[in-house]
C-alpha cells in the first residue's frame, strides 16, 4: 500500500518550491539561506527528505560531501537537475528505514521533515537517524511555525496528539496532510538523553534545532540534555 504522504509529494513535485515564494518569508530565507551552509561547513552530511533540493542547493557548497535521500523520485528528478553532482548523491531511500552507507556522517540536516513525522514515531525515527551518524555529529532540523494568515489552517489534534491540514494542488486534488508544529520546550523533550548540547533558534516564520551527538558512546558519556521522561 502507498504513503499518502509520499502520493502527496509526488503529485505535488512541479509546484513544490512555491511555498518559498511567499512575500513575507523572504526575510527570513535570506537569514537561513546564509546561516546554514556555515554550520555544516567540511562535514559529510546526510539530508533527510530532500525534495526538490532548495536546501541541498545551499549546503552542497559549503559540506565536504552530501548524500541526499527522499522517498519521491519526483522530486528527487527536480533535485537533481539543480544541485551539482560532484560533492552530491541523491538517492530513493525511506528515511525511517535508513539503507547502508559507506562510512559514517559528521552532519545531518532535515528541512521541513519533522513537523510531517506522527508523534509516536518521532524518538524511533531519531535514534535510526543517530545510528547513521559518527560521534560528535551535528544535527540540525528546521521546520515552520504556524502564523496565522501565512500557514495554511490547521485542524484540532487527532487522538494521538497529530495535527492535519487540508491542502489543494493546482490538479485540483485535495489531500489531507499530517503537519505537526513542535515547540521548543517539546524538541528539548524529544532529544533528551540523545545529546550533548542543544540549541534553539526561532524567525518569524520559521524555527530550527540543533544539537550534537555525543562523543562517546551514550553509557560512557555525559550530557547536558535532562533524562528521558518516565512513562
Known amino acids: 500500500m502507498n504513503d499518502p504522504m509520499q502520493d502527496y509529494y509526488a503529485a505535488r513535485a512541479p509546484e513544490y518550491d512555491r511555498i518559498y515564494l511567499k512575500p513575507e518569508r523572504q526575510r527570513d530565507l535570506r ?21 526538490t533540493g532548495y536546501w541541498t542547493r545551499f549546503l552542497a557548497p559549503a559540506a565536504a560531501r552530501v548524500v541526499a535521500i527522499d522517498a519521491a523520485p519526483e522530486t528527487l528528478r ?4 539543480r544541485v551539482p553532482k560532484e560533492k552530491v548523491e541523491f538517492r530513493v531511500a525511506d528515511a525511517y528505514a535508513l539503507p547502508r552507507f559507506d562510512s559514517a556522517f559528521d552532519g545531518s540536516f532535515a528541512g521541513f521533515w519533522i513537523s510531517h513525522v506522527p508523534r509516536r514515531r518521532l524518538r524511533d525515527f531519531l535514534l535510526g537517524l543517530h545510528a547513521a551518524l559518527a560521534p560528535g555529529a551535528l544535527v540540525v532540523v528546521l521546520d515552520n511555525l504556524y502564523v496565522e494568515g501565512s500557514s495554511t489552517p490547521i485542524g484540532e489534534p487527532d487522538e494521538a496528539g497529530d495535527i492535519w491540514q487540508l491542502r489543494t494542488l493546482a490538479d485540483g486534488s485535495t489531500h489531507r496532510v499530517l503537519k505537526n508544529f513542535p515547540t521548543e520546550a517539546e524538541l528539548r523533550q524529544l532529544t533528551a538523553g540523545l545529546c550533548e548540547a542543544f540549541e534553539y533558534r526561532v524567525w518569524q516564520y520559521y524555527w530550527a534545532a540543533s544539537w550534537r551527538l555525543p562523543a562517546q558512546p551514550l553509557s560512557a558519556s555525559r550530557t547536558d540534555c535532562p533524562p528521558p521522561p518516565r512513562c
Request: with cysteine; aromatic share 8%; charged share 20%.
Open 31 to 51: 537569514e537561513i539561506e546564509a546561516w546554514l551552509p556555515t554550520a555544516f561547513a567540511g562535514r559529510r552530511v546526510l539530508e533527510i527528505a530532500c525534495g
Open 78 to 81: 527536480i533535485a537533481a537537475a
